[in-house]
């Protein structure tokens, strides 16, 4: 419990001092003009106060993966809560404010076009596609556990296709509708659902004294199948959400344009990262002290740990109130993937978005390959692995990508060295997802000796960390 206590102070003082500091490296300007007021158009770009546009960012980002990522992180043992802690600190948290506040300097500009202007048109037009495949991707991950869950709480004799027509139906209204109409207004009720989860399993550490492991009981490797799984790079790709995501600049971007002054940034961008982290220590401890209690949970699914804990600790009320926090979590996460997805195709085509057809025309094709992953999802016997794993590296690749588009921004547009601050986790991360690709047995790493793919993974991050430096230069001020 000591471990678990340190770890909350560091994430609380992390917000208070190295929060504080990501935002004089940024230098916001309190009287400058956003894109709120500048270009507001009744759907997109609509003013809205800061204590609303902090809960959307935090229910945008906080989906299954503080949740279920961190549960399956847990199972590496006690080295998932320094990554939560460090991560969320240094990579997350500056990966979000720095994303956030760059597309409102840029007209709320959606994450390809912040990759373009950074890395290159050849990376904007693949991050076009590769973004709303994510987005898809994100949509059938987070219906699929919220259908799940309903289902086996509340409506085991039903079918899960009937929860997955209704979650559907409501991002469908969500994608279209003005962000202020539906998103603006339901969101308080999931806040409140959310908040109350985590308070549940806080309040729960405080009853039952559970003996949560120790970082100082060691940081050796505790997964199940331990040999296939090394803790790098297999941990970081499950603890996504709560530490490092790339998912979430992309919903920086549609926050980006409400803010009505840029000062609201460190609490909407760096303060909701700091939130979802407590919220994956929170379940991250949870899920520890009950696979060290019983080993054989292990082989539980994210969402089926989610329900045993839930019943473990808890009365049917409040075990209730948990589920459907992590219900909200998912399906708050969502609703904004495939309105993002939306406003990207709209961007890349340049179509205006004030009409409801020109959003039909984009919707309605998005939602027909979100259906038929999840129809692969639910139907093939490991259809929802495959999705989350793919899912979970291509959130990993794209915050490899947004770190790397942030630190040529901050190179070319400061005189002193504050690139530093996202150069180490960009180059972090690409060492992350290139080691996965020859590390994991589900791509190159049944084929490759582990010690040739950590060597090549390695060559690949030092030359793209050359590139870097080669492409870029510090811009020189004009000393007239």
Request: glycine share 8%; proline share 5%; net charge positive.
């Amino acid at each position: 419990m000591l471990t678990f206590c340190i770890a909350l102070t560091m994430l609380i003082l992390g917000y208070l001092i190295y929060g504080k500091v990501t935002e004089r490296v940024f230098g916001i300007e309190e009287n400058r003009p956003t894109p709120a007021q500048t270009m507001a158009d009744g759907v997109d770009y609509v003013p809205m106060k800061p204590w609303k546009l902090f809960l959307i960012q935090f229910l945008n980002i906080a989906g299954v993966g503080p949740i279920c990522g961190a549960i399956m992180g847990a199972q590496f043992g006690t080295s998932s809560y320094l990554w939560i802690v460090f991560g969320c600190i240094f990579g997350g948290a500056v990966h979000d404010y720095m994303s956030g506040m760059i597309s409102l300097r840029e007209n709320g500009c959606s994450l390809p076009e912040t990759h373009g202007k950074y890395l290159g048109n050849g990376v904007k037009q693949f991050m076009r596609g590769f973004m709303v495949l994510l987005m898809i991707l994100v949509g059938v991950v987070f219906v699929n556990t919220p259908a799940q869950l309903l289902q086996s709480q509340f409506t085991p004799n039903t079918s899960i296709y009937i929860w997955v027509v209704v979650i559907l139906a409501y991002y469908l209204i969500a994608t279209l509708l003005p962000i202020d109409k539906v998103i603006g207004k339901i969101y308080p009720i999931f806040g409140f659902l959310l908040m109350g989860m985590a308070v549940a399993i806080a309040v729960a550490f405080i009853i039952y004294r559970p003996e949560i492991p120790e970082v100082w009981s060691g940081l050796q490797n505790r997964h199940p199948q331990a040999d296939t799984n090394p803790i790098f790079p297999m941990m970081f790709i499950s603890i996504a959400c709560g530490a490092v995501s790339g998912f979430h600049a992309t919903q920086s971007t549609l926050v980006a344009r409400c803010m009505t002054n840029e000062r609201q940034g460190r609490n909407i961008f760096y303060g909701a990262m700091i939130v979802e982290g407590i919220v994956a220590l929170i379940w991250a401890a949870a899920a520890a002290y009950f696979y060290h209690s019983d080993p054989e949970l292990q082989t539980k699914s994210g969402p089926a740990m989610v329900g045993h804990i839930a019943n473990a600790w808890f009365p049917t009320a409040v075990a209730i109130v948990t589920v459907l926090g992590v219900i909200s979590a998912a399906i708050t996460s969502g609703d904004t993937a495939l309105r993002s997805a939306r406003l990207i195709v709209a961007d890349f085509m340049h179509l205006e978005q004030k009409s409801i057809s020109k959003r039909l025309w984009i919707a309605i094709p998005l939602f027909a390959v979100t259906g038929g992953f999840l129809i692969f999802s639910l139907a093939a016997p490991a259809g929802f692995q495959v999705i989350w794993q793919y899912f979970s590296w291509a959130n990993q690749l794209l915050a490899a990508f947004t770190l790397w588009a942030i630190t040529v921004y901050l190179r070319r547009n400061k005189t002193k060295p504050y690139y530093w601050m996202s150069l180490i986790p960009a180059v972090f991360m690409t060492m992350v997802t290139v080691s996965f690709l020859f590390i994991s047995n589900s791509c190159l790493g049944a084929a490759i000796p582990r010690t040739l793919g950590y060597i090549l993974a390695s060559v690949i991050t030092i030359a793209v960390t050359g590139l870097f430096f080669r492409k870029t230069k510090i811009a020189i001020p004009d000393q007239a």
